[in-house]
């Protein structure tokens, strides 16, 4: 069962309005869609999603609460274009969920999980062709380490790159659990005692499969541009890569343009559309990480349009 994490604080923060219209860029098995549908009377939820799976478990879990939602199956880089289709220029809220779900974890065949034997697969959409058997087994030993190094945070990038390029000399690396064993080989012994030793790896490996880094700044981009004043943005992401990106984004919308910067009165033209609601980023309470250990390094950032 997933639990949505920082879901009180996330649903609190967009502050819903009852005959708003929100929308959840990652719909995933429906935590926050779910809440935010509880809250509605006139208003409408849209919910994006590419995962085919996540979007029939949802369907289902939303029709109990009311019909007052649409499901766009698609990645969330495409939201703007896709809400232009549906007539939705400006929305009072939006909700972005950057962690994979607890079932594309716990299902065996989708080989996000290092823990359990299965395919190298990690697709978040699974129309997609490309997946982590093509990234482990045809990029150059450069290009591995450079991924694990940039998007893992892997200090032993190159010793791990260096061990997948000669054990796949022998045959194609086809497993996950075979991919653990090529990763523990490349590291110290006193590195695999600390936590487990594929994790930055496999991260490294589904953010290359689905593209995530690559699309996320335009995404938050589109989203602000999106809120009507005083609409919110809620983002919770799950590593220091994401997080870094959206307190760019949000640090470049609502701080005060740098030719007025240290004035003593500031002409209104010169203010930002932009502020941000929790100046310090929340984190899981120690009751939340007791009930769901995944919640650990979630990080929620909030922003809303004032002008």
Do not use: W
Request: glycine content about 4%; hydrophobic content about 40%.
């Amino acid at each position: 069962m997933h639990i949505s994490v920082l879901l009180e604080e996330t649903i609190e923060a967009l502050n819903v309005q009852e005959n708003g219209i929100y929308v959840d860029a990652t719909l995933g098995y429906g935590g926050h869609s779910s809440e935010i549908l509880k809250r509605l009377k006139a208003g409408h939820l849209y919910a994006f999603d590419q995962d085919r799976m996540a979007i029939e478990a949802s369907k289902q879990r939303l029709s109990a609460i009311s019909s007052h939602f649409t499901i766009i199956k698609s990645n969330f880089k495409e939201m703007k274009v896709k809400l232009e289709k549906e007539g939705i220029t400006e929305v009072d809220g939006i909700v972005f969920d950057l962690g994979v779900s607890s079932p594309q974890l716990d299902e065996d065949f989708r080989g996000f999980s290092y823990h359990k034997d299965a395919p190298l697969d990690m697709r978040m959409d699974l129309d997609q062709s490309f997946s982590a058997y093509d990234v482990v087994n045809t990029y150059s030993e450069e290009d591995l380490a450079r991924i694990i190094f940039a998007y893992g945070e892997e200090k032993y990038a190159k010793s791990i790159a260096h061990h997948i390029l000669v054990a796949r000399e022998k045959k194609p690396i086809e497993t996950t659990l075979e991919l653990v064993e090529i990763i523990k080989e490349s590291m110290p012994e006193k590195a695999k005692r600390e936590k487990h030793p594929a994790r930055k790896t496999f991260q490294a490996i589904r953010i290359e499969v689905n593209q995530e880094l690559a699309i996320l700044e335009d995404s938050i981009k589109d989203a602000l541009s999106l809120l009507k004043v005083g609409g919110r943005c809620a983002v919770i992401t799950f590593h220091s890569l994401e997080d870094k990106i959206v307190k760019k984004v949000f640090k470049e919308h609502s701080e005060v343009a740098e030719i007025v910067k240290g004035l003593p009165f500031i002409p209104e033209e010169y203010l930002p559309s932009y502020q941000l609601v929790n100046r310090k980023k929340t984190t899981a309470t120690e009751e939340e990480l007791k009930n769901n250990p995944r919640a650990r390094s979630a990080t929620l950032r909030v922003i809303e349009r004032v002008k």
